[in-house]
């Protein structure tokens, strides 16, 4: 197979490939129906050549000549409908009118008057001219033209991004339409070129190679056709290959064509493989081969789709496990001006305190910026509302349409902030919040796809930030309950531990003195005096921030200690105390606290306990896990009624209790409370378990040694 043969048959796989990509990417949409029929017309013209290029027979080159033909003549209609629907031109009715007259060619292509017959030009055969072609030549030169001067006019007018789509489309018809003309002229009968004695050589093949390139590009950087493209790290060195290898293949094909008789079919094909192997092996060996010891030159070429957007794609999956809105925020800003390095970018959020929009993040850090005075009935917020658009195009460089008066007002609204866009945080229909993003530090445009990203990126925000938000209200809503508890329980206990003793007092002051009163009152108001003080000593225990004394001392000494005080009540209810305890448990923790929690869950477990039934104290040392310490395990076991599964999720709530209030022996909802307090002062963990009419257990797991101890400080042993 000859060079100029391989040629054709490239352009005719690379146009064809491309056009069916583009129409996958969404069959419904126009512009992507007419370029494909526009493909489709160019993979026509380059496979009759192809043909024409291998066939000896004129009769056979004839059949070949009307399918290249045939894509010759919709390439200039298709072309022009493209142009305009790329450069926002309004059609009218004279383009249906042009549609009819080139399909009246093909008509005369069919009846032979479009072409005659055929004629060998030494490597391959060329059309003769008929009175169609004729005409169509005048359609020709009108099309075309109209298409390079509308597309050179509109692409001044466009906004940054939109002008570099039509650059490159420009670019590339130019590039198809020149060498495309130079493969009429032989139709001409001009057999070489003008003022010269260099016989014309079929070209236009190579200009479909070089129009793939150049369209690919687009669509893969500036997003030609609306396309959104994302490549694997894969993908992206297949192109990098793709890309070398048609670049040599186009620049092998211009040397084959000016020294033919030095140029073999063997030189030619065997140049070409030795490029691509070499290619390959270089990109394997020595990756940053191909971007001179950065990735610059590989970011221009493929428009940093790749390793830049894995970014923020692994940013946007990270998203979901961050529980704090601060930590969350302070990734966003590395992510911000060290990948995307945006120059300045401000976040507004909802404030739930004040009910108003205030700057909550800047960079560079701005303490006296203002909010623009935003509130929900906003222009900005209003716009959201009724365009449900993404995002607002601040800076106008990037507007490529005109828009209504109420995003104009947006924009006057946001322009102290000189962003180039805003994209909102919305909980439902409610807004809570804006990103507004400025200008790169580099000087690069924001690509359609930096844009869907950002986009994805500020939905996942809104997400997360929406949760964060809603949990810090319930745990507000939890601490206002609380207190209500906390302050309905003890406004209740205090009042009937009080009662006795005003009485008391009302009846002393009024001169009942007798010695009946003394003896049913003062007993009873002095005991709730008691009670009261032994209340308030339980309340600031759990209220205050304290610190253990932690000494080094025998933890299973401790626990028969505690076992030891609580031997009267054991007796008094005729329960059993079975204890099995390791030996010689050296631990450092703080005995007063310790034996208090102890004796409260023992306390616990023997109001719980039927008479005449066991409680199993158990002490033991768990397995190692740590080189530096060990850990230790207390467990008290009773066989009382146990605990209903809705009151055990609620047991270490203060002041949740299913006893009698405002008795000393009962407590007042604080013991098991307390008890976590202590443990988590000791660095351990409390845990309970229980089912109903099988008893409950209590598990303590506490550490030998404490690696950073807390300064002692006074505490309160009540």
């Not at 509308?150 to 060498?179: D, G, N």
């Not at 089912?691 to 209590?698: D, F, I, L």
Request: aromatic share 10%; net charge neutral.
């Amino acid at each position: 197979m000859r060079y100029y043969e391989l040629t054709a048959l490239i352009a005719v796989i690379c146009n064809l490939g491309l056009t069916l990509f583009i129409l996958s990417r969404e069959p419904r949409s126009t512009i992507n129906r007419v370029y494909f029929l526009w493909g489709f017309a160019v993979s026509l013209w380059n496979f009759g050549n192809y043909n024409l290029f291998r066939t000896h027979d004129p009769a056979t080159a004839l059949t070949w000549a009307h399918v290249l033909q045939a894509g010759v003549i919709l390439l200039p209609i298709t072309n022009l409908h493209l142009t305009l629907l790329i450069a926002q031109v309004r059609i009218g009715l004279w383009l249906p009118v042009l549609y009819l007259l080139h399909l009246g060619l093909l008509v005369s292509l069919l009846a032979g008057n479009f072409i005659v017959g055929v004629r060998d030009f030494g490597f391959t055969y060329y059309s003769v001219a008929g009175p169609g072609f004729w005409c169509f030549l005048v359609l020709y030169g009108v099309s075309t033209s109209a298409t390079m001067v509308m597309l050179y006019h509109r692409q001044l007018t466009l906004p940054p991004l939109h002008r570099k789509r039509v650059r490159s489309l420009l670019l590339a018809y130019t590039i198809l339409l020149a060498f495309g003309t130079n493969d009429l002229l032989p139709i001409l009968d001009c057999d070489y070129y003008p003022f010269s004695h260099v016989k014309i050589f079929p070209i236009g093949n190579i200009a479909a190679v070089f129009y793939v390139i150049i369209v690919g590009y687009s669509v893969l950087q500036h997003q030609l056709l609306g396309l959104h493209v994302t490549l694997s790290k894969t993908a992206a060195h297949i192109v990098r290959l793709l890309f070398l290898f048609l670049t040599g293949f186009v620049l092998l094909a211009l040397l084959a064509t000016l020294f033919r008789e030095q140029f073999t079919p063997l030189a030619f094909f065997g140049s070409l493989g030795v490029l691509l192997l070499s290619a390959a092996l270089a990109s394997f060996f020595f990756p940053r081969l191909f971007g001179r010891g950065d990735d610059d030159f590989e970011r221009r070429i493929l428009g940093d789709r790749f390793e830049y957007h894995d970014k923020i794609k692994g940013f946007i999956k990270s998203v979901q496990w961050y529980t704090d809105t601060n930590l969350l925020l302070n990734d966003l800003h590395e992510l911000l001006v060290k990948t995307v390095q945006v120059q300045r970018y401000f976040i507004i959020l909802l404030d739930e305190k004040a009910r108003v929009f205030s700057l909550f993040r800047s960079h560079p850090e701005s303490p006296g910026a203002a909010s623009a005075d935003l509130g929900y009935d906003s222009p900005i917020f209003a716009w959201f509302h009724e365009s449900k658009a993404d995002y607002l195009i601040v800076n106008a460089l990037y507007a490529s349409a005109a828009s209504s008066s109420l995003e104009d007002k947006a924009r006057q609204q946001l322009r102290p902030f000189a962003a180039d866009f805003c994209l909102p945080f919305f909980s439902g229909e409610d807004p809570f919040g804006l990103l507004l993003i400025g200008e790169k530090t580099n000087g690069e445009l924001y690509t359609p796809h930096d844009l869907r990203l950002l986009t994805d990126l500020v939905k996942s925000l809104s997400l997360i930030i929406n949760q964060i938000r809603l949990k810090d209200q319930i745990l507000l809503a939890q601490e206002m309950d609380l207190l209500g508890r906390m302050s309905r329980g003890m406004a209740h206990d205090l009042n009937n531990l009080l009662t006795p003793v005003w009485t008391y007092l009302q009846l002393a002051s009024a001169g009942v003195n007798n010695r009946e009163v003394k003896e049913e009152l003062l007993p009873v108001a002095s005991r709730n005096l008691e009670v009261m003080r032994s209340y308030v000593n339980e309340a600031l225990f759990f209220s205050n921030t304290l610190a253990p004394k932690l000494h080094l001392s025998r933890l299973d000494q401790a626990v028969q200690q505690a076992v030891e005080l609580m031997q009267p009540t054991l007796k008094r209810k005729t329960i059993t105390a079975n204890l099995h305890l390791v030996a010689d448990a050296q631990a450092e923790f703080d005995e007063v606290l310790i034996q208090r929690l102890i004796t409260n869950v023992l306390s616990n477990a023997i109001d719980a306990s039927p008479p005449g039934s066991h409680i199993h104290v158990e002490l033991l040392r768990l397995a190692r896990t740590e080189t530096s310490r060990d850990w230790l395990r207390l467990q008290i076991t009773d066989q009382g009624e146990g605990i209903s599964p809705e009151n055990l999720k609620r047991v270490f709530m203060p002041y949740f209790t299913t006893k009698d209030r405002g008795d000393l022996k009962r407590g007042f909802g604080l013991g098991l409370a307390i008890c976590r307090k202590i443990v988590h002062l000791h660095g351990g963990t409390l845990n309970i378990s229980s089912e109903e009419r099988r008893g409950t257990s209590v598990r303590v797991d506490l550490p030998s040694r404490h690696f950073k101890p807390v300064p002692a400080t006074p505490v309160l042993h009540a």
